[in-house]
């Protein structure tokens, strides 16, 4: 069974542009949640999706956002990149409680 | 507030000399408690769940046990392959809202 992808695996960018990245979970799994991680806060968590709602959502400001397709893959977007939002993005897939993790995007703001 | 914290933040052993990592939680409503690996420039990988106070779970030399206020990851002989972040969190929430909280992690090297 393949496990969760995701999409790009690395991504520079520079202050104030937008970026969108992409999730797709593990065949079957209808939840996929998002988080952050940086050496100095550890893994954060973002939001959560299951069938296409936002079941869950962390303590980020409005500037990220997420949503998941019918076919259970999502999106998160980030606007307006501030040089903090510099971390390895990861999402992960679950079909009742484990979560299983995909191999992050990588995201550098310059 | 629902916090993890793990310790030590590091570790290192020699190989062969089994250790525990430590994970302490203080939250409201736990429905689970995972560890993971978690490798450099990778995803953490899933390792155990644990639901209740007095289970334990193994795979091949790591062992993980839960009590109602830690858990703690038992590596008996490691090897250097065993060289990785570990991370606890616990799964917080109800009603299908759930969300995972996660430790710093303790980064361990077993040296050859």
């Known amino acids: 069974k393949a496990g969760v992808t995701q999409t790009p695996r690395y991504l520079i960018k520079t202050r104030g542009q937008q970026v969108t990245l992409s999730c797709s979970p593990i065949s079957g799994h209808r939840s996929v949640s998002w988080y952050q991680q940086t050496p100095g806060q550890g893994l954060q968590f973002l939001f959560e999706y299951f069938s296409e709602t936002q079941r869950n959502k962390g303590n980020f400001p409005g500037r990220f956002s997420g949503r998941q397709f019918s076919n259970s893959r999502s999106e998160m977007n980030v606007s307006t990149l501030e040089l903090g939002d510099s971390a390895l993005y990861l999402c992960a897939s679950s079909l009742v409680y484990e979560q299983f993790f995909g191999p992050g995007t990588r995201l550098t703001v310059l | ?112």
């Open chain 2, 1 to 112: 507030e629902d916090q993890v914290t793990q310790s030590p933040e590091a570790l290192r052993l020699q190989e062969g000399e089994s250790s525990s990592l430590n994970c302490s939680y203080t939250v409201s409503g736990l429905r689970g408690l995972f560890w993971y690996r978690q490798d450099p420039g990778k995803g953490p990988e899933f390792l155990f769940t644990l639901y209740s106070a007095g289970e334990e779970k193994e795979k091949e030399r790591l062992k993980a046990t839960l009590t109602k206020k830690e858990s703690f990851l038992h590596i008996t002989a490691p090897k250097p392959e065993d060289s990785a972040t570990y991370l606890c969190a616990v799964q917080v929430g109800q009603g299908g809202s759930e969300k995972l909280v996660f430790g710093k992690g303790t980064k361990l090297t077993v040296n050859p």
